[in-house]
């Protein structure tokens, strides 16, 4: 068993040049990827890349809550019901740019808790400087989630303690391998091995060593490599818990 990258945005204007090599790289170095929608456009162009070895989830994100109504429901709903659409996500809220206000960025991430709720789906959370409020509204739904994934963790310590409470999964992108990144790495020693996970978030937060540039899901590799240091533990061995984890949390079976 290999790595895996269980958040990357595949269908992002950013890989329109390349898109089909990088999806064979990716392929090459790893078992399985999953592509994760922003928007409804984000997420339909998500279900266009689903296939052998490519899982999709769809959401709306915070920055977009303001345009989240019925509509979204109904067609995130549709989209749900494709084969291969693992959760829903990403969604949460996002208190650094508060592109919508955080009383409707909350009605809009309840909305879609109720959805995943529903339809028995684990979901996938964007939370940037709204631990508090992140916090309480998934402790409300934490025994109704069919599972739970704190994607790109960004805070620290404390937190990652909080959300291991709820029984979420604790995911690491790239800027964890930063080297200022302390509190991020505080949190990730926190996190035991059968709760973590590690994605690329591509094309954002390239890890070190190729923090700057356009990332990529099979830079996925150098976070584990650092987890693994950091952690004091074989990588081999955070190689296999972390990919059975996600298998794990979005219900995909080994053998695919
Ligand atoms: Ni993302």
Not at 56 to 82: I, N
Not at 149 to 176: Q, T, W
Request: charge should be negative; glycine fraction near 6%; charged fraction near 25%.
């Amino acid at each position: 068993m290999g790595l895996v990258d269980t958040h990357c945005h595949l269908q992002s204007q950013r890989f329109d040049v390349d898109r089909a090599t990088v999806q064979v790289a990716c392929l090459k170095a790893l078992d399985w990827i999953v592509v994760i929608g922003d928007d409804i456009p984000s997420s339909e162009a998500a279900l266009d890349l689903l296939g052998p070895r490519i899982y999709g989830v769809v959401g709306m994100h915070p920055y977009y809550a303001k345009d989240f109504d019925d509509a979204t429901l109904e067609c995130l709903r549709s989209m749900a019901a494709t084969e291969k659409v693992v959760a829903l996500g990403e969604m949460g809220l996002d208190y650094f740019n508060e592109y919508s206000p955080r009383d409707v960025q909350a009605l809009a991430f309840r909305h879609q808790l109720d959805l995943a709720c529903e339809l028995n789906l684990p979901v996938v959370i964007h939370n940037r400087e709204a631990d508090e409020d992140c916090h309480a509204i998934l402790s409300e739904y934490a025994d109704r989630l069919a599972g739970c994934i704190m994607h790109c963790f960004g805070s620290g310590p404390e937190y990652a303690r909080k959300f291991l409470d709820l029984g979420f999964y604790i995911s690491f992108a790239g800027n964890v391998t930063f080297k200022k990144a302390i509190q991020l790495q505080e949190a990730a020693k926190v996190v035991p091995l059968e709760r973590l996970l590690v994605e690329t978030d591509a094309p954002y937060l390239a890890p070190v060593p190729m923090r700057g540039k356009r990332c990529e899901p099979h830079y996925v590799a150098h976070t584990a490599a650092f987890l693994a240091e950091l952690k004091g533990v074989d990588p081999a061995a955070l190689e296999a818990q972390t990919t059975a984890n996600a298998h794990q949390v979005y219900r995909i079976p080994k053998t695919a």
